[in-house]
């Protein structure tokens, strides 16, 4: 109708509310509901407003609407109108009425027959559309509603392999849609695929990986799938793929190691992978064509198809995936997962929104979107629904993929409740498993504890980020000897009340780094901010910066690239900005051997040593000594055993642009370092090359 626009909407459970917009002159309106095609009675308003063009009527319904059919008003004067039921998903009791705690969302495959099933409560209609291998044309089966809003189908026979989607109507309106908990993916999402797992089973090789009794054991690398494999001065042959990061026997031009076999060389006992899943904004039919990191997920259950090795093969990605975290464990390291699940890119055309629209994300008190983060609409992970999709995303990895452990990306707009619901699935599975994400405090939308570090007393089995510890060491080593206090602290765990007050529980909540793949390198933040040093004493201050994380108390963590002084041309936020400011550059490597080395000695000595591993406040209290002495911060420690004597270890940091000299008593040894003893009657010079870190010991 010319110049006229209707809407109706259920506003509360027995309330439809019309508005209409129209040149028209208004008329006294009495429409009728339509519900399933079946025409009710005629209607009156139960409160009406109008003005010369627009009109406002509330029609209260004898009992609350129910879910699931088609309904329409239909008024002779303006014509029909589809009644939106979306905001039904606010209403108090829509989560008691249809969230669903079953275990076979998504798709269960016998060779018999599989069954399908989707949660869409607000849906009149669902079909399922299935394509076998070697057909052309789809299957339409259409899906019967059933408790709490779940849509099912059975499909008789063998489907392994078979392609399918959903066409789902919410308020009238009919939209395309893969499935949400689909396990497997079409490449760039176009369909998701039945697969017949049982027949994908891998030997994670679980025998071959150390045990872990707390977290401060751990050491973490942190790493990209394509920075780590796509450089052309190696001869790794799957370039920028899973298999091409446990390529072993790989070489640099200049006959280094490299991928695999460079990580191996460091001795860390951790990768952490830069996300893996599914994500949104790399053509995986042209993954040259596109660079991005993968913080907008898309599929959270289906590896990335750009990194597999046949880029067409459903199954490429999934028996890839797999065959990577095997290699990683035969060599005793675990893999750690980098998972997004506090935004979403582009929510509007994500297959939550299509599914069920309006339950998903955040509002805000306005009832605008929330995007707390500034990157994407922020998942709503307090709604039941959304923390199962979660929590069953994290069991699916975990009990499918091998993983190890997981990093939460902007984990304090995660709330808590689901955290917790995480880690105990996880910690039950493997005891060793290590929880840790970024704490920031970015506000939120919602009344209830997230999972940020001022929570840290509610999530004990979860690390932070630890910015404090960040800022600390950068100033620190760029000579600010002002924040000397703080990291002092910080080298204690910043889990005890020293110069500052305490942060966490203990130090197995404090993740000790100076840089991550967001922001600049510490390379990059020395050239900024010491631009009257040389490249060479920069790379000495990032050397020895290393170091002093290896010998910090708490969890050590280093970015790919930081053993060698890796740069990003002066970037920071590089997530799209392609392989020249994100690749592991291995002509450095050739170039800067040594420091990888010395980053590998470090690493060896502290896993060796137990006194750098204590995570208790109370045990860091009696046995850690900080100070200083000579403009030079020590730390001494002494490594506690039953049935032998004490190693007394001492960490000195020199981080000053001079030589400096320290008293050491007699019998002590320089086990990393490159300082020098001078010898003395009672005691020895302990002497000490600028921007140094020195590690010595004395046996008990």
């Given at each position: ?246 390529e072993k026997g790989r070489k640099t031009l200049g006959g280094n190691p490299a991928g695999f076999d460079h990580i191996l060389s460091l001795g860390v006992t951790h990768v952490q992978l830069l996300p893996i899943y599914d994500y949104k904004t790399v053509d995986e039919t042209k993954p040259s064509s596109g660079y991005n990191w993968g913080y907008d997920p898309a599929q959270y259950f289906v590896p990335e198809g ?328 020590r730390l001494s420690t002494e490594d506690a055993c039953l049935v032998s004597p004490c190693d007394v270890n001492t960490v000195y940091i020199n981080a000053s642009g001079h030589d400096a000299t320290v008293p050491l008593p007699k019998g002590f040894r320089i086990v990393y370092g490159d300082a020098s003893l001078r010898q003395g009657d009672n005691q020895d010079d302990l002497v000490l090359p600028a921007w140094s870190t020195v590690f010595v010991q004395k046996r008990g």
């Amino acid at each position: 109708m010319k110049d006229t626009y209707l809407n109706a909407k259920l506003v509360q459970p027995d309330l439809i509310r019309l508005i209409i917009f129209s040149s028209l002159t208004w008329e006294n309106i009495e429409p009728v509901l339509i519900s399933d095609g079946v025409p009710g009675k005629k209607m009156t308003p139960t409160r009406l407003n109008t003005l010369s063009t627009i009109a406002i009527a509330d029609f209260r319904l004898e009992k609350p609407l129910p879910l699931g059919h088609s309904y329409f008003f239909v008024m002779p004067q303006y014509g029909t109108v589809p009644v939106d039921v979306s905001e039904a998903t606010s209403f108090p009791n829509f989560d008691e009425e249809y969230a669903y705690d079953g275990d076979d969302l998504g798709y269960v495959y016998t060779k018999e027959e599989t069954r399908f099933a989707l949660w869409a409560p607000l849906a009149s209609y669902v079909c399922l559309a299935y394509r076998d291998k070697g057909e052309e044309d789809f299957v339409p089966v259409i899906m019967t509603r059933t408790g709490k809003g779940v849509y099912r189908a059975i499909v008789e026979g063998d489907h392994d392999g078979a392609e399918y989607y959903y066409y789902i109507t919410n308020s009238e309106v009919t939209t395309e849609s893969t499935d949400p908990y689909g396990k497997a993916s079409t490449a760039n999402g176009v369909y998701s695929v039945v697969i017949d797992f049982a027949k994908h089973k891998t030997d994670f090789k679980r025998e071959c990986l150390p045990v872990f009794e707390h977290y401060t054991q751990a050491v973490i690398y942190e790493t990209h799938v394509r920075d780590m494999t796509i450089s052309p001065d190696t001869d790794v042959v799957h370039k920028g793929r899973f298999l091409g990061l446990v390529e072993k026997g790989r070489k640099t031009l200049g006959g280094n190691p490299a991928g695999f076999d460079h990580i191996l060389s460091l001795g860390v006992t951790h990768v952490q992978l830069l996300p893996i899943y599914d994500y949104k904004t790399v053509d995986e039919t042209k993954p040259s064509s596109g660079y991005n990191w993968g913080y907008d997920p898309a599929q959270y259950f289906v590896p990335e198809g750009s990194y597999a090795s046949n880029l067409t093969d459903p199954l490429s990605r999934i028996d890839d995936c797999k065959k990577m975290v095997a290699s990683f464990h035969e060599n005793g390291i675990r893999v750690v997962m980098d998972v997004v699940y506090n935004h979403v890119f582009e929510y509007e055309k994500s297959v939550f929104e299509k599914v069920v629209p309006n339950y998903y994300f955040r509002h805000r008190s306005s009832g605008k979107m929330a995007n707390t983060s500034g990157c994407g609409d922020d998942l709503a992970t307090e709604r039941p629904m959304v923390r199962k999709l979660i929590v069953d995303a994290c069991k699916w990895w975990i009990d499918e993929y091998g993983i190890d452990g997981f990093r939460f990306d902007l984990m304090g707009i995660i709330d808590c409740d689901t955290l917790k619901e995480i880690s105990a699935y996880a910690l039950k599975k493997d005891p060793s498993f290590i929880l840790y994400g970024e704490g920031w405090n970015m506000g939120g939308e919602v009344r209830l504890p997230l999972g940020h570090m001022g929570n840290y007393k509610l999530i004990p089995e979860y690390g932070f980020f630890n910015d404090f510890y960040r800022e600390s060491i950068k100033e620190t080593f760029a000579g600010n000897h002002g924040v000397w206090g703080n990291a002092k602290n910080v080298f204690a765990g910043s889990c005890v009340d020293f110069y500052v007050g305490a942060k966490f529980l203990s130090a197995t909540q404090t993740v000790n780094y100076i840089e991550c793949h967001d922001n600049g390198t510490f390379f990059d933040f020395l050239e900024k901010r010491r631009p009257d040093l040389s490249e060479a004493t920069r790379l000495k201050i990032v050397e020895n910066a290393n170091a002093a994380i290896a010998f910090s108390i708490g969890i050590p963590f280093y970015h790919m690239g930081q053993e060698i002084g890796l740069t990003k041309h002066g970037e920071d936020n590089t997530y799209n900005k392609g392989d020249y400011y994100n690749m592991f550059d291995y002509r450095l490597l050739d170039q800067r051997m040594e420091m990888s080395k010395r980053l590998s000695e470090a690493i060896s000595i502290r896993k060796k040593q137990r006194g750098f591993q204590v995570y208790d406040p109370r045990v860091i209290t009696q046995s850690l000594i900080v100070d200083e002495i000579n403009e030079v911060i020590r730390l001494s420690t002494e490594d506690a055993c039953l049935v032998s004597p004490c190693d007394v270890n001492t960490v000195y940091i020199n981080a000053s642009g001079h030589d400096a000299t320290v008293p050491l008593p007699k019998g002590f040894r320089i086990v990393y370092g490159d300082a020098s003893l001078r010898q003395g009657d009672n005691q020895d010079d302990l002497v000490l090359p600028a921007w140094s870190t020195v590690f010595v010991q004395k046996r008990g």
